[in-house]
């Protein structure tokens, strides 16, 4: 069953992509964000390059969605607050390339372990992060936390080349089997000047989507990652809503400008 939804604002205030077939654009306002996450003209992922890869399933009163998430402790999971909104349970699947099975890790959470960032802004996607508490997990060649950038190194990562991924559907349809695809930061200046500085903050961190290799709807959420996939600077949270492969940017949350909050709630830093 496909549904389309077509949401009449500046910026999507919706959720993620559901797991059932869900899309979301905004009609007639090419230049505004929406929600974003599928991996377009990407490539199949293989077990352990990505480790820290999570997949939620998340329950609203609206019905069931899907998101991905970035395991940053052994405790914990860094998402989007957009995609946890409004949900009163969530299942965390880590350890696998496949969604549908083979699945090392799997837990499900309620209202209690959701930390979603008190400043967020569901109408300009700021702040649009949260931290998920989960059952301790054991490290192996398939689950590995990844590093946050330092507090004492900081970098803008432009001209960059990142790594993203998600299980997104690449024509409509959620993907089974992890995607991946390499992007370029690009400055906020430039980004700035296809969504405007309200959507464009220093909380943002943008890429390129040259060749239409993109996030889009699905996936939000999922990381960002440097440095060998060894540095989460990015949590997915808008592309352009004249479609993912427009090659306009795809924009994340700056893991580096929430690093007092993530220390304050986890405990977790580099230095």
């Given at each position: 069953?496909?549904?389309?939804?077509?949401?009449?604002?500046?910026v999507?205030?919706?959720?993620a992509?559901?797991?059932?077939?869900?899309?979301?654009?905004?009609?007639?306002?090419?230049?505004?964000?929406?929600?974003?996450g599928?991996?377009t003209?990407?490539?199949y992922?293989?077990?352990?390059?990505?480790?820290?890869?999570?997949?939620?399933?998340?329950?609203?009163n609206?019905?069931?969605?899907?998101?991905?998430?970035?395991?940053?402790?052994?405790?914990?999971?860094?998402?989007?607050?957009?995609?946890?909104?409004?949900?009163?349970?969530?299942?965390?699947?880590?350890?696998?390339v496949?969604?549908?099975?083979?699945?090392?890790?799997?837990?499900?959470?309620?209202s209690?372990?959701i930390?979603?960032?008190?400043?967020?802004?569901?109408n300009?996607?700021?702040?649009?992060?949260?931290?998920?508490?989960?059952?301790?997990?054991?490290?192996?060649?398939?689950?590995?936390?990844?590093?946050?950038?330092?507090f004492?190194?900081?970098?803008?990562?432009?001209?960059?080349?990142?790594?993203?991924?998600?299980?997104?559907?690449?024509?409509?349809?959620?993907?089974?089997?992890?995607?991946?695809?390499?992007?370029q930061?690009?400055?906020?200046?430039e980004?700035?000047?296809?969504?405007?500085?309200s959507?464009?903050?220093?909380?943002?961190?943008?890429?390129?989507?040259?060749?239409?290799?993109?996030?889009?709807g699905?996936?939000?959420?999922?990381?960002?990652?440097?440095?060998?996939?060894?540095?989460?600077?990015?949590?997915?949270?808008?592309?352009?809503?004249?479609?993912?492969?427009?090659?306009l940017?795809?924009?994340?949350?700056?893991?580096?400008?929430?690093?007092?909050?993530?220390?304050?709630?986890?405990?977790i830093?580099?230095?």
């Amino acid at each position: 069953m496909k549904f389309l939804i077509v949401l009449a604002l500046a910026v999507a205030a919706a959720s993620a992509t559901p797991v059932y077939e869900k899309t979301a654009f905004i009609e007639d306002l090419p230049e505004s964000p929406v929600l974003g996450g599928r991996i377009t003209n990407g490539d199949y992922a293989w077990d352990g390059l990505v480790p820290y890869q999570a997949g939620l399933l998340l329950s609203k009163n609206s019905g069931n969605y899907w998101c991905g998430g970035s395991l940053i402790g052994s405790n914990w999971v860094l998402t989007a607050a957009h995609c946890t909104d409004g949900a009163h349970t969530i299942t965390v699947y880590l350890g696998s390339v496949v969604r549908s099975n083979g699945n090392q890790y799997a837990t499900t959470i309620h209202s209690n372990d959701i930390h979603q960032h008190p400043n967020y802004n569901s109408n300009t996607l700021d702040n649009d992060v949260t931290l998920l508490w989960i059952h301790s997990v054991s490290f192996s060649g398939n689950i590995q936390a990844i590093r946050l950038p330092s507090f004492n190194q900081y970098s803008n990562y432009e001209g960059q080349w990142a790594t993203a991924s998600g299980w997104g559907g690449t024509s409509g349809n959620n993907q089974d089997h992890l995607q991946y695809v390499s992007v370029q930061v690009i400055s906020n200046s430039e980004c700035a000047s296809v969504y405007g500085s309200s959507t464009v903050t220093d909380n943002t961190i943008c890429v390129s989507t040259n060749g239409g290799r993109s996030t889009c709807g699905g996936d939000s959420g999922g990381p960002l990652a440097v440095d060998n996939n060894q540095v989460l600077i990015g949590v997915t949270s808008f592309v352009a809503a004249a479609g993912c492969t427009a090659g306009l940017p795809s924009g994340f949350q700056r893991v580096s400008r929430h690093l007092d909050w993530i220390r304050g709630v986890t405990g977790i830093a580099y230095y």
